[in-house]
């Protein structure tokens, strides 16, 4: 009776640790979107800005 209870415990930790890492990774997915642009101008202001870089890379 004892395992039972203790094999239920366990599961149930296991299962409260998948969540937590769930959420994790959810969270993590999210922040890296907010990194994104959000607008076509900003898509287009951090484009122009990578070609700048790039240019200036090329012309040194």
Known sequence: MWDFWKKRREAEQERKVERVLEAHETVLALCRE?????????????????????????LR
């Open 34 to 58: 907010l990194d994104k642009p959000v607008t076509l101008a900003d898509e287009l202001a951090a484009v122009k800005a990578s070609f700048e870089r790039g240019r200036d890379e090329f």
